[in-house]
């Protein structure tokens, strides 16, 4: 990995390196051994570029089924580009120098340190190691603990089946995918307390964020030192994004699981609303889900707990999203839109910026000149970077909701509810992977949109901006202040 003499941005290598798997991918799923032999209609060059950017891009929209309409050659590509999106093109790079032991140089560090939002160059080496063993030891753990669901689930498949969709679904959790192998996601194994105690803790793992992870790991391994006796500081404290990142995702998911089933309640949501998509569109309904409010009580807490942890960013659902009511898809659209952490698997706006903006505000309404959070001070350039990500995505949103819009008006058929092309929009932009069912019906230029809003999705405004902005030149003059009215 030579970057240092080639005078190219790290963000366009970043960019490029993206797009050169998902063509390869593209390229692979084109193949004739990606489908089965009894496929009833081959594979066009739209649905193989679209599934290879979701998978890339971690999200899990598919216009073809992942377990029945791929053979197990295509399914490993699949989750080979789920892997490889889910750490990012650099990372990788840079763990294979590593591993080649060669020192990296300063330009590899800042490449690296972009990737991976890590401030100090000196802790890349060890926190590149760092993501590729939590990696690999959380997929596996989740594929230990999950094995026998798969065995009960289907008893009478071989081990090597079970193993495989436990393999798979462990890297598709942490990586935030959402890729299933099930027809339904896994409303069929909602039953099983693997997917709230397994699944559910594999995503939120993958959507904190890796320098999160890294602080809580080395806090951890400092306090077992201390316990066993051995000498160092009296204590090693979590940094200020670590305490935002960890309380903002603890408010979300007992906000967003709360909501959902107030939402629910309120809106007597225990029948179908809006969808108009059919059983010849979407296979999967002609499957009876039950909806959130046809379920037992203590099962309805389990479900919508699973759902607000799933909305930011990983796309498995236990209950079909077309029986939502039309405030608890907004709401769950909302959730999609905030996302995950920074540095993570997950997508969306990140939780570090909706704190700092939620920060900013608070400061604002009680007069303070400062923005405080846990004793510390944050200063104002990130509150405008923060204010500028918002911005980008939100207009990327509306860019995509507009598009997509467009794209279903020119399709055949019965109408498709704005607010299911809104949910769809925001799941792409979001890298979710949730739908109303509004995935498979897509015209070929509504494909396209949703794989534009996938690809900016995963990289971020913040990101394309940045790429575009190769050369920042600070101005030499300064023009005289003058107020503007606002509100």
């Known amino acids: 990995m030579r970057v240092a003499g080639t005078g190219i941005h790290p963000i366009w290598l970043l960019i490029g390196g993206f797009v050169v798997v998902i063509l390869f991918g593209t390229c692979l799923l084109l193949l004739p051994t990606a489908i089965p032999e009894q496929a009833e209609r081959p594979l066009g ?33 699949i989750l080979t580009l789920i892997q490889l999106g889910g750490l ?8 294979f120098a590593l591993l080649a032991g060669r020192d990296l140089s300063v330009r590899e560090s800042l490449v690296a340190r972009q990737v991976l939002s890590e401030g100090t160059i000196g802790r890349i080496g060890r926190m590149v190691k760092f993501v590729v063993l939590a990696t690999f030891v959380a997929e596996a753990a989740g594929a230990l603990l999950s094995y026998w669901m798969w065995r009960q ?9 079970a193993a495989f969709h436990t393999v798979f679904h462990a890297i598709s959790a942490f ?7 099930q027809k339904t996601s896994l409303t069929d194994l909602a039953r099983y307390w693997q997917v709230i105690a397994v699944m559910a ?4 793992l993958g959507g904190l964020g890796f320098p999160v992870l890294y602080d809580l790991a080395r806090a951890g391994w400092h306090g077992l030192r201390r316990l066993l006796g051995a000498a160092g500081p009296a204590a090693v404290t979590l940094t200020l994004h670590s305490k935002l990142v960890l309380s903002t995702s603890a408010i979300l998911v007992l906000l967003g699981a ?12 225990g029948q179908t609303y809006g969808s108009s998509v059919t059983a010849q569109d979407n296979p999967q309904v002609r499957l009876y889900q039950p909806g959130l409010l046809e379920l037992a009580p203590p099962q309805q807490v389990r479900e919508a707990v699973f759902q607000s942890v799933t909305a930011r960013t990983a796309g498995f659902n236990t209950i079909p999203m077309s029986k939502l009511s039309h405030a608890g898809k907004f709401w769950m659209c909302l959730l999609m839109i905030i996302g995950g952490s920074p540095a993570g698997t997950a997508g969306g706006m990140k939780t570090a910026t909706v704190a700092i903006l939620v920060l900013a505000i608070a400061s604002i309404l009680r007069r303070r000149e400062r923005i405080e959070s846990f004793r510390r001070t944050i200063a104002e350039s990130f509150v405008r970077k923060a204010t500028v990500l918002a911005g980008l995505y939100l207009a990327l949103v509306a860019a995509s909701t507009l598009l ?23 799941s792409a932009c979001g890298t979710v992977g949730l739908t109303c069912g509004v995935t498979r019906s897509l015209t070929t230029f509504g494909k396209y949109v949703i794989m534009a809003s996938m690809f900016i999705g995963r990289l971020g405004p913040l990101t394309l901006l940045l790429a575009l902005t190769l050369r920042y030149r600070p101005a030499r003059y300064a023009y005289p202040n003058e107020e503007v009215v606002l509100g």
Do not use: W
């Not at 599934?51 to 490993?76: H, K, M, P, Y």
């Not at 990586?175 to 192998?181: I, K, M, R, T």
């Not at 709360?258 to 949501?269: K, T």
């Open 88 to 95: 990012g093109i650099m990372i990788f790079g840079t763990v």
């Open 175 to 181: 990586c935030n995918a959402g890729f299933s192998l």
């Open 153 to 161: 689930h289907d008893p009478g498949a071989p081990p090597g089946k």
């Open 404 to 426: 997509l819009s467009v794209a279903m008006y020119q399709r055949r058929g019965p109408a498709i509810p704005f607010m299911d092309v809104f949910f769809e929009a925001c």
């Open 258 to 269: 709360g909501g959902l089933l107030a939402i629910e309640h309120a809106s007597d949501a």
């Open 45 to 77: 060059f739209a649905d193989a570029l679209f599934t290879a950017t979701s998978a890339t891009c971690v999200t899990g929209l598919i216009v073809r089924d992942t377990g029945s309409e791929f053979s197990r050659f295509g399914q490993v590509v």
């Open 201 to 204: 803790p594999l995503i939120v």
